[in-house]
């Protein structure tokens, strides 16, 4: 068996990007670091002020999009199978969510 040395490139972007997006869309002690951060840039975190329907999860898709995209293209570096992997795994995972908003 060959172990195989997989140089940092634009790849590993794509590990980076998905962290970010898994950071920017869960919640620690009943806090989500997201909320803040959109709140931070005048975007709404919520549909109705407190409740309703919580976008930053929707806006964690500027991450996963791009990170799946490079992880494709940058197939030979370190990280990007497991960022493409994970943001393809939650991406399509809040897709459904939204469908099930919609629907």
């Known amino acids: 068996m060959e172990i195989r040395n ?7 972007i794509s590990l980076a990007l998905c962290l970010v997006g ?8 009943y806090v989500c ?3 803040y951060l959109v709140d931070g840039i005048g975007l709404n975190s919520w549909s109705n002020g407190d409740s309703g329907i919580h976008y930053t999860i929707f806006y964690s ?6 990170s799946l ?5 940058y197939k030979e570096n370190y990280g990007s199978k497991i960022g493409r992997n994970l943001s393809a ?3 399509l995972l809040i897709l459904i969510s ?6």
């Open 69 to 73: 995209l490079i992880g494709l293209k």
């Open 33 to 35: 670091i997201g909320d």
């Open 89 to 91: 795994i939650i991406g």
């Open 98 to 103: 939204l469908l099930g908003v919609v629907v």
């Open 6 to 12: 997989k140089q940092l490139g634009i790849g590993t």
């Open 22 to 29: 898994i950071l920017f869309s869960i919640s620690f002690r």
């Open 61 to 66: 898709l500027i991450f996963f999009i791009p």
